[in-house]
């Protein structure tokens, strides 16, 4: 059974700071590596994507991505209080019967920024 | 382009009734997926379709749901009959069936009482 685990949180960071999320996996047959942000009440959205281990920047936001190690993370610098919602951590992997694509979330890490 | 949509949005009901979801994928998108999101956990796979086969539903409480994807477009998720565990939001998302992003639709709020 392929597990992906984060810290449930909250994850408490002062305005301006940087967050860090992080995320382990359990196996190496995984693939692709997502960061999705979800506000209360509404459905995921996609802020990053790694595909290859290293660094990954876009605007604020930089994923990590060490397969060695099975580990993935998020860093989120100069946090704004409307960075506080819950980050899901998401794999993806190649199915081995039917050659499509499957996405295994994390339980998420609960992020508040506080003004 | 239209997003994941998704109905109804939010539905209550009894135990032991039952309820169905409804869900239209991006336009071309083959992969379409239904998740279960219960409050505080991620969300978990309830059933996978490529155009209209089913690709797994290993997860999926078959004495109870059930889902279809006729014509390898809309998708309906059945729940009968519900009980008070089934309580959660039922997510659709699509993909285009190469390694990227899944989009999803905002999702249908369903309250077992």
């Known amino acids: 059974q392929k597990e992906v685990e984060q810290n449930s949180g909250p994850l408490s960071v002062p305005e301006g700071a940087i967050a860090s999320l992080n995320c382990t996996y359990s196996?190496?047959?995984?693939?692709?590596f997502f960061w999705y942000r979800q506000y209360s009440g509404k459905s995921p959205e996609l802020i990053m994507s790694?595909?290859?281990?290293g660094d990954k920047e876009d605007g604020r936001f930089t994923a990590q991505l060490n397969k060695a190690s099975q580990y993935v993370s998020l860093l989120i610098r100069d946090s704004q209080p409307s960075d506080s919602a819950t980050y899901l951590c998401?794999?993806?992997?190649?199915?081995?019967?039917?050659?499509?694509?499957?996405?295994?979330f994390g339980t998420g890490t609960r992020l508040k920024v506080l003004a | 382009e239209a997003g994941v949509a998704q109905s109804p949005r939010y539905k209550i009901i009894e135990k032991r009734q039952s309820v169905a979801f409804w869900c239209n994928p991006i336009?071309?998108?083959?992969?379409l997926y239904w998740y279960q999101q219960i409050l505080g956990q991620g969300p978990k796979l309830l059933i996978q379709f490529q155009n209209n086969g089913v690709v797994d539903d290993s997860q999926l409480p078959k004495d109870r749901f059930s889902a279809e994807r006729l014509k390898g477009v809309d998708s309906t998720l059945k729940i009968q009959p519900a009980k008070l565990e089934d309580s959660a939001v039922y997510l659709c998302a699509s993909s285009i069936g190469a390694p990227g992003e899944l989009f999803f639709g905002e999702g249908s709020r369903l309250t077992v009482l």
């Open positions: 196996d190496r047959v995984s693939q692709s």
């Open positions: 790694i595909y290859s281990n």
């Open positions: 336009s071309g998108h083959a992969t």
């Open positions: 998401a794999v993806s992997f190649r199915g081995a019967f039917d050659g499509t694509y499957k996405y295994i």
